[in-house]
């Protein structure tokens, strides 16, 4: 079991420019989540989808920010149009659904820089 | 809508003495799980611990933490603390009822001195 993998490790985009962040979930969760870490706002929840189907998107910066899991091997983050106040680290979690086993297990996260 | 406070940025502490950090929370519901994560440096956050239990006492890797419903808290302790205990630690909150998962405070850092 390799874990939660996301691609790529760091990413540097100019300002204006698009992110496509990817990440694969741990075979067999159905629960994938999107979280923007910084040292200000700490794990800062984005959106959240179960069994491929989107739950909850209340974090997402509307305008810019789109998530999709077209299948339930992998799960992109895209931001469009990137701003300097995007960089961060964006980790992956992926998680069995259920009360009894709900625990995040983390991607190693994609660092995000916006010059 | 429900959400988790962690009133330190950051906690320094002597090598040995006991560790105390904060969390409360606000659900709308009253069947909340807790959970403590901790992040060491350059690594990804993993699960501490873990409660649903009112008054329950949990245990793991020298750490714990009870669910106080009452004073809606989950403080994290040890009773003392180690130079490898340095991490960013993370309370979160799941309450179903509400369809809430896995919301995160602001995190502690932790840094344990010798």
């Known amino acids: 079991n390799a874990g939660v993998i996301q691609t790529p490790r760091h990413k540097v985009t100019g300002k204006g420019q698009e992110a496509t962040l990817w990440c694969e979930p741990i075979s067999g969760h159905s629960a994938v989540f999107w979280y923007r870490q910084t040292i200000v706002q700490g794990l800062e929840f984005l959106t959240y989808?179960?069994?491929?189907?989107?739950?909850?998107d209340s974090g997402m910066p509307k305008e810019r920010f789109s998530a999709q899991m077209p299948n339930q091997s992998h799960s992109t983050l895209k931001i469009q149009s990137t701003q300097p106040q995007d960089s961060a680290v964006y980790l992956c979690?992926?998680?069995?659904?259920?009360?009894?086993?709900?625990?995040?297990?983390f991607g190693h996260g994609t660092k995000l820089s916006v010059l | 809508g429900d959400s988790v406070t962690q009133t330190e940025g950051l906690v320094t502490l002597t090598e040995g003495l006991p560790v105390m950090l904060n969390c409360t929370y606000q659900t709308i519901y009253s069947n909340p799980f807790l959970f403590w994560y901790v992040q060491h440096l350059n690594e990804s956050p993993r699960l501490l611990l873990k409660s649903f239990t009112d008054n329950k006492r949990t245990e793991h890797q020298g750490f714990h933490a009870t669910l106080h419903k009452s004073s809606s808290s989950f403080h994290l302790q040890k009773s003392s603390a180690q130079l490898s205990d340095s991490a960013l630690y993370y309370c979160a909150l799941s309450d179903r009822a509400s369809g809430t998962y896995q919301r995160f405070g602001t995190g502690t850092k932790l840094q344990v001195v010798p």
């Open positions: 979690a992926s998680s069995l659904d259920s009360e009894e086993n709900e625990r995040l297990f």
């Open positions: 989808f179960r069994n491929q189907a989107p739950i909850d």
